[in-house]
């Protein structure tokens, strides 16, 4: 938590309108996850010399595990994740990891599923496809742009999850185009309250 002194009207707006954003967000999340919500919604808040407290941030836990011995439970429960994700209309880093970690969750289970079948019918199961991998071979952040570098991380996301790869090797490049893109998340929300509240000792 932050305290904040010596603060203007303006900057007290411009909390406020934070603070809805934030909350309506998380709202929406936790509403469609339902019983897979992991308690309820924590927040990150900045307090005022006033005692006014206003939320910058927030989370929801999920419950990311597959449903055990049934694919098909476990593929609904993605959906409702990835829906639950990606529900608010800004959806943030995080967000877009979770629904890209609860596709692939869902890819495994889809997979599973047709070996089953696969395996009452006497025909041979189709192996994921792992042709994917090269186009996101190397993901490097644009040196002092963090816009492009967001758009090159969402960019490169994209490419791999319309690849159907679920090997490891793109989960790990997955995992780090998100750490890149969450660097680059921060650095923009560092400059922009750098321009909206001054801290003083």
Do not use: C, W
């Not at 991380?153 to 791999?160: I, L, P, Y």
């Not at 995992?175 to 801290?199: G, P």
């Amino acid at each position: 938590m932050l305290s904040l002194h010596a603060i203007s009207n303006g900057r007290r707006t411009f909390l406020q309108s934070i603070d809805g954003a934030v909350k309506a967000h998380e709202k929406t999340h936790l509403l469609t996850l339902g019983a897979y919500a992991q308690g309820g919604i924590s927040y990150d808040f900045i307090i005022l010399p006033t005692g006014e407290k206003y939320a910058v941030g927030g989370s929801v836990g999920v419950d990311m595990k597959p449903v055990p011995g049934d694919p098909e439970a476990t593929i609904r429960k993605m959906r409702i994740i990835r829906a639950a994700s990606l529900g608010p209309m800004d959806p943030s880093g995080p967000d877009k990891h979770i629904a890209e970690t609860a596709l692939l969750i869902e890819m495994l289970a889809k997979h599973e599923l047709e070996t089953r079948d696969n395996e009452k019918t006497g025909k041979k199961p189709t192996a994921p496809r792992i042709n994917g991998a090269q186009k996101i071979a190397d993901i490097q952040p644009v040196p002092g742009d963090p816009e492009a570098t967001i758009r090159k991380a969402e960019s490169a996301r994209r490419e791999a999850l319309a690849s159907g790869d679920i090997s490891l090797k793109v989960m790990q490049q997955l995992t780090q185009a998100y750490v890149m893109e969450m660097r680059a998340e921060r650095e923009l929300r560092d400059s922009e309250e750098s321009k909206h509240i001054s801290l003083t000792a």
